[in-house]
């Protein structure tokens, strides 16, 4: 049965939140979870509330032990991964076992988390370091504000945005 829900879930037929508790997923209250890879242990995932997982993320809850299943056949090794309240994760991240993610924390897109993340961060790269605190994160980006969070229908009000409201990244020297 298990395997016609796999299908389902790869075919975006069924939501990712009803996938993800059938194999043994614990996710909180108000999360938006897109389609990601839960790993071959998905119940040892503690995902916390008001929590966004965007697309092409991939949780990994063994290590890579295979190589050494000729010395040792019944070698396993795991880690349980948490994630706090309050977290954005970016596309494309990589979370290793073991790893928990603090609460009101942002990981930029693409990052790998080979380590635990402390409350009120911003973390970025490969592996992932702390690049801000969530007040300072806060205080630089207030001003593009575009309040459009809670609405529907962005595209109008974006199109018709003064581009001053738009983040603009300097010239990597």
Known sequence: MKTIFLILYELRIIPVKFYAKLIGVRIGRDCNIQ?????????????GNHVQITSGTRFFTHSGGWVLREKYPDWDVFGKIIIGNNVYIGNSCLIMP??????????????????SLPDNVVVA??????ISDIDTFEKKNLRFNAKTGTLKNKKRILLNLNSSFFIKRDILK
């Open 98 to 115: 073991g790893v928990t993610i603090g609460n009101n924390v942002i990981v930029g897109a693409g990052s790998v988390i080979t380590k």
């Open 125 to 130: 790269g490969n592996p992932a370091k702390i």
């Open 35 to 47: 389609h990601v890879n839960f790993s071959s242990e998905p119940y040892l995932i503690k995902i």
